[in-house]
């Protein structure tokens, strides 16, 4: 099994200096990409395949006003190509939206190091042209690594690999276990029997006191802007950007906080090694589309927690099962069988004519239980 193994670096200021050198290279070759094969489409152009891009990109190098191309590894740049085209062809294939060009405050900052030039010491990563760079802990040595990449999240350095491992994957016990994701809990699960749930780590202390923190920071960077407004421009600053650099950080820690709280969720109902796991399919995507819902949503991270769940199962052999979108968990009763069609959102208890008062996600989380009974 393929997993990723995420470690933090720590360059030197003359390491950091290349680092982002490379991440320039990267977003730029990336954009120029996207430009060429929109340029080349207005011209009825067919698509410009990855090679040829490449092949144009090594003889930009060798023009005055593109050296700096070369102060990178090629490796960067040829890289960049690829992902650009590889998007361009999910897109044709209906699998993504239409790329679009990086922004230099907006787009993640990271790059690709060539497999191959990647080696590994205690506690040491070579990375090509910026040489051996410290680390916080030790990558596994002697193995193969598959898509490294170097990326920075506002704060620190990482670098991330895939590492092919094998799992010794023990007996499973006979439990069904269905989960049903929302607002109020992030997850509530049931095996038929036993109910738990899984609070909503952004109703938290600590987590309203930091946002909180955060719109005071925000509203306060608003006013100085409006503050430094000359004509049609604003002038930032040194005040400006170390208010925006603590916005930075806070909008980190609290991606790290609800991020952690989900991967212990998924570890405790994985190690529990039921035979199958049931969830649903859910649209985020479409539920996201609600102005009302849409930052409750957003801050629960449903389709993260639907991803590591699904590797995790896979990491202990157990069945993972995604119903079907439509599956009407919330409006059947979990005793009868009865489909009650005009229940709302706003309803929380399941009453059912059968004489059972439920709550409504542990209503749901025991259907998709049944539901992974019925399929065994």
């Known amino acids: 099994m393929l997993l990723a193994k995420k470690v933090r670096l720590k360059p030197t200021k003359a390491q950091e200096q290349q680092l982002w050198k490379s991440v320039g290279t990267a977003r730029w070759t990336y954009n120029w990409t996207l430009n060429r094969q929109q340029e080349n489409y207005k011209q009825g152009g067919t698509f410009i395949s990855n090679n040829d891009l490449r092949k144009e990109i090594t003889q930009l190098k060798q023009t005055e006003e593109f050296k700096w191309l070369s102060d990178v590894s090629n490796n960067v740049a040829k890289q960049a190509v690829k992902d650009a085209c590889d998007a361009y062809k999910k897109f044709f294939k209906g699998l993504s939206k239409k790329p679009k060009f990086k922004s230099r405050k907006k787009s993640k900052l990271s790059f690709y190091n060539d497999t191959n030039k990647l080696k590994v010491k205690e506690n040491l990563v070579l990375i090509e042209k910026v040489g051996w760079v410290r680390t916080r802990e030790q990558i596994p040595m002697n193995m193969k690594y598959t898509n490294p990449r170097i990326s920075f999240d506002n704060k620190y350095w990482y670098i991330s690999v895939g590492i092919e491992q094998e799992f010794k994957q023990g007996e499973l016990s006979d439990k069904i276990i269905g989960i049903d994701l929302g607002i ?3 997850a509530v699960y049931s095996d038929g029997q036993m109910i738990k749930k899984v609070q909503n780590i952004n109703k938290t202390h600590v987590v309203r006191k930091m946002e909180k923190r955060l719109r005071r920071l925000q509203r306060q960077v608003s006013r100085k802007y409006e503050m430094n407004k000359e004509e049609s421009r604003f002038v930032k600053t040194s005040n400006l950007i170390k208010i925006e650099k603590q916005i930075q950080h806070l909008h980190r820690r609290l991606t790290n906080i609800r991020t952690n709280h989900i991967h212990q969720a998924t570890h405790a109902i994985a190690i529990i090694k039921p035979s199958k796991v049931v969830m649903e399919d859910l649209n985020v995507s479409r539920m996201m589309k609600n102005r009302h819902l849409s930052k409750a949503l957003a801050n629960q991270k ?75």
């Open 184 to 186: 109020k809990e992030l």
């Open 302 to 376: 449903l389709s993260e927690f639907i991803r590591q769940m699904e590797y995790k199962c896979k990491k202990y052999g157990i069945e993972f099962i995604q119903v079907d979108r439509f599956y009407p968990s919330s409006k059947t009763c979990s005793s009868c069988g009865i489909m009650k069609k005009d229940l709302k959102l706003s309803d929380r208890i399941y009453s059912c004519e059968c004489g059972l008062v439920i709550d409504r996600d542990v209503n749901a989380s025991l259907n998709l239980a049944n539901f992974g009974k019925r399929t065994a």
